[in-house]
């Protein structure tokens, strides 16, 4: 009897790939008002003007199928300051997520090779499975979470792999590889597509989208989306930039209207508020420098890196102090079930404000002194 149906084949059996993969699940229900430090959402909610611009939708934006020109129009002219692009070098996601799944249905092919880092962002392993990939991997390298550069060159140039992906920075060692070493990976095998996921690029500000040509390199896709700075992830928002040609046949496999109007409608007015989001990110970096001095001054071992997030190895029980920092209402990650930081927890970070909040309940049920 097959696994699937213990009820006697009621329906048709799922690809032997679907019956074989893990599920990708995150503990995401009953998190609203806490503070959540588990998810590295923006802490503080999307500007104002998105708000306003969801108010206004008129009825048309509901009932009509979803237009996608004006959000276009603004990324290729106005996304950033440096430079332009052409309207099909970009494709626009339900979400990085989407996006992710759209590269591995058009690129993944049943048993060819899907390289990456562990650990790395939990929703690339899924959808590798789901193509039926082999997965090999790279661990990062010390105890400060260095890229592991020369086995990630010798994997390439052994295994020549169908897909490759970076996360950049890393989620959850915040690990940044530099823009020129990515384009150096990238000319080691024209066959190999390198997926460069740079949610967290607007915390570092080494983003490799500013300077990449994507008439000279092909190869490489990046992603991006506004879910963690612009504060959109319950929206649902994300981009990928490359070659057109490479744009238009990810594009072949996502449906017409993925994206719905109200994403589109806070898409636009989120990016016209740079400042908003500009001073968010400022924020969160001077939190962040606050936070990093208030640990220093203890024993507790952290890793603190790109991104807006750190690790930390509690005294107690990981996930003791987990469920008692929820009690106190604050939401952290445990990284249990992840290679090399299985002990750790990850704290994402918001304003200073809330830095202090969880300083003082973490202090408290830590005991640091
Ligand atoms: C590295 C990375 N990529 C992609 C995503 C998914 O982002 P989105 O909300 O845009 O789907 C996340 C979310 O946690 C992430 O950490």
Redesign the pocket.
């Known amino acids: 009897m097959n696994d699937f149906d213990p009820l006697n084949n009621l329906f048709p059996k799922p690809r032997e790939e679907i019956i074989n993969m893990h599920s990708y699940s995150a503990p995401l229900e009953n998190r609203r008002n806490l503070l959540r430090l588990d998810?590295?959402e923006n802490t503080l909610g999307p500007s104002p003007k998105v708000l306003e611009a969801l108010q206004a939708i008129n009825l048309d934006e509901i009932s009509i199928y979803p237009e996608y020109n004006l959000l276009k129009k603004f990324l290729c002219d106005q996304y950033l300051d440096s430079r332009k692009f052409d309207n099909d070098e970009i494709g626009i996601f339900n979400?990085?997520?989407?996006a992710?799944n759209a590269i591995f249905n058009c690129f993944g092919e049943k048993d060819e090779i899907f390289l990456t880092t562990n650990p790395t962002?939990g929703?690339y392993s899924p959808c590798a499975e789901m193509r039926g990939m082999k997965k090999i991997t790279c661990s990062y390298v010390g105890e400060n979470f260095l890229f592991p550069i020369e086995e990630f060159r010798e994997k390439i140039i052994k295994y020549n792999p169908n897909l490759i992906f970076i996360?950049n920075p890393n989620?959850p060692t915040g690990t940044v590889l530099s823009a020129q070493e990515i384009i150096n990976l990238s000319n080691i095998s024209k066959e190999s597509l390198i997926v460069v996921?740079e949610?967290?690029e607007k915390f570092n500000g080494d983003s490799l989208l500013k300077s990449i040509d994507f008439e000279k390199t092909k190869n490489i896709v990046i992603?991006q989306?506004?879910?963690?700075t612009a504060g959109l992830?319950g929206l649902?928002?994300?981009f990928t930039f490359g070659n057109k040609s490479l744009i238009q046949y990810i594009n072949k496999v996502t449906g017409p209207y993925d994206v719905n109007s109200f994403a589109i409608t806070a898409a636009l007015a989120a990016l016209n508020d740079k400042s908003y989001v500009d001073n968010y990110v400022l924020e969160v970096k001077k939190a962040k420098e606050w936070i990093f001095k208030k640990f220093k001054s203890t024993r507790i071992r952290t890793h603190f890196s790109g991104g807006n997030y750190f690790l930390i190895w509690p005294n107690k029980k990981p996930n003791t102090l987990i469920q008692q920092m929820r009690e106190k209402g604050i939401l952290i990650r445990s990284m249990e079930n992840k290679q090399d930081i299985g002990n750790s927890i990850r704290v994402s970070i918001g304003n200073k404000e809330q830095m202090r909040f969880f300083w003082n309940i973490y202090k408290e049920l830590d005991f640091i002194n």
């Open positions: 998810f590295n979400g990085a997520d989407a992710i962002f929703y996360c989620n996921d949610l967290y992603i989306s506004l879910s963690k992830a649902r928002i994300g």
